[in-house]
């Protein structure tokens, strides 16, 4: 047992049960301390452990102690004739691959001792001869093996599904031990597996007539540590909603973040001093499109923050933790669901996207807050408010869907164009969503996920007024799209990197 989460109760409830307990050394002392008896697997097999525990049950004594068919009076002779004893349950945590690896600084080394030999090969004897053993690989499922033999409810369609765990759980941490010893240099690897978990399933998906569930990785900081406090079940849209929103507040790290999401992009996006501010800028960039919205933070919501939300209907409100007092207001809306997620911490993972008998895998987009690689391309430099400005658009439009166009002041979204077609359709629906709000474009700064193909997008925002421009450049067109942000004594800057996201 490496992950010794409750073994100590599952053996006592088992020796309650008049079971007899074998062990391995460390979870042997474990159980010894605990004061559960328990007979060293040394004694079984009349082998001490070797190589420093790299064979301790690889023997007959074990694993025909589990394949033996109890059906069969030629194995039951067999076993007679060896003085082997059955075993009919096997428990075990296999060694902690993934985790050694997912540590900064593991060794190879380190991540060698880590593959589990003797355990995969228990469990799978165990699993194949499912029938008469029982195999448990999961800690979570120790109470409910102890409720299923005192009630005598082990049927053989629950044996089948303890034994489909066990190779799912094996095939998981072989495919982790392939990646690992895979060499990638700077190409994806040749082959690869994605070992998921059903974490919950759902009413249905994108429309109710399709089957849904949420599956999740070993990621950290991922859907696996979502901890929802209160509200009804959280649907398939809301998840993909959650998500989008978590990633867009995922660009500040040192400064209170909102973003308020429709459709997974955001419809509204601050940063300020406090959550409080930060969500009454975030509802102001388009206060009729956040009713039914999902509202995310990048930091702990108050009570001050909770009670600025109580009178707009919101979906979900995320963030990674609550205040007490927060939740307590929060407790008025029985419907409002409100979830509990970390901010990513940046960590490289791929990202897969679905294709028809494939998937497309890249990198997991980052956020580069550096500012390597901008360069002003105007004469006219951007003045110091303008520079917030624009710095806060680069981060905001980025959790925006191509084409996507963000007018920003004092750090705030005031108009947003995503998703269209063309890059001055976005441009446009960005001018006519601020003004449509009240919103006073002149003065302000934009930002394109992409460089402009043509100097339209550029005209249209010099109509609205816009000073400042953002944008990453790169287009057979930039000395025109320059020139006529020149004759309209606009700032352009531009980052020499794209942020897509189809």
Partial sequence: MSDKRGVV????????????IISTGGTAAALKAAHVPVTPVEQVTGFPELLDGRVKTLHPAVHGALLARRSLPEHTTALKQHGIVPIDLVAVNLYPFQLTVARQGASFDDAVENIDVGGPSMLRSAAKNHESVLPVVDPTDYSTVLDLLRSGGITPDIRRDFAAKVFAHTSDYDAAIAAYLTPRGNELPARMSVAMERMQALRYGENPDQRAALYVTEEPRGMRDLTQRQGKELSFNNLLDVDAAMWAVACWASRPACAVIKHTTPCGIAVAPSASEAFSKARSTDPLSAFGSVVAFN????QT??????????EVVVAPSFHAEALEVFAAKKQLRVVELPVSDGARALDFKRVRGGFLVQDQFQFDASERGWKVVTKRQPTDAEWNDLRFGWAAVASSKSNAILLARNEMAIGIGAGQMSRVDSAFLAVHKARQQG?????????????FPFPDGVEQAAAAGVKAIIQPGGSVRDPEIIEAAERHSMAMVMTGKRQFRH
């Fill in 9 to 20: 109760a599952f053996a006592r409830g088992l020796v309650e049960l008049g079971w007899e």
């Fill in 299 to 302: 930091t702990v919501v108050d």
């Fill in 305 to 314: 923050t909770a009670k600025a939300m109580s009178d707009l209907f919101v």
């Fill in 439 to 451: 919103h006073e474009t002149s003065g302000s700064v934009l930002a394109s996920d992409g460089f």
